[in-house]
């Protein structure tokens, strides 16, 4: 029977890094049965951090990023020996627990991510996490929009209205009603990362009798990126 499994034996390209995305599966469904708050709940995103610093530092990653209920996780080591069927299974698997874990709630019904995988190599990983982000602009832009106009029309018309309307448009229109999105907290703009991060440690060395500086990493939750750039990856040491 075992060679039913036809699956089982596909594999990421050898010494390829790979992006695994995650997806919550149905959030806009659990978003109402949590009662979440509109267009962004502080508490969700709290949790959704907590889950990209496990999965960071179960799997091993190099950079984790998250917007909305997506995650993606960029891994050098690729765990599994590389089998596509083991990666994504366990990683959306692990993922749905950590949510879970960290989310004090009763759900109505389990909680799921989807996952996919994306071989990479480095001159790619600034355009896709570029790309990422930009679509987090435009979800927050969308979002924030969606929700003014639900405080004056029916859900349906809210809908067709920015339906019509382009990220442009939606921004100029908030900013005529008194939002101004340059206001709004960096990680609605721009999203969250983990990654490591290096501290300066002064200590004493006894043997030469003198103060000696050190650097140690430690794994670190971004609320305030910046835009991304070559430079930003470079300094946290993601590309070379």
Known sequence: MKDFEVYSSLKVPKNSKIIVRLDGR???KLARDLNLVKPYDENFYNVISEVCRDLFEEFSAEFVYTFSDEISLLLDNVPFDGRVEKINSVIASFTASSFVMHYDAQ???PPAFDSR?????????LDYFKWRQDESWRNCVNSHGISYLKTKYSNKDANDKINGMNLSDIHEFLFENGINLNDVETYKKRGIAVYRKNK???GFNKKENKNQTSYRSYVYTDWELPIFSEKFFKDIQVIK
């Open 107 to 109: 759900f109505k019904k």
């Open 26 to 28: 149905s959030f806009h």
């Open 117 to 125: 995988i994306i071989p990479i190599n480095d001159d790619d990983i």
């Open 200 to 202: 300066k440690v002064v």
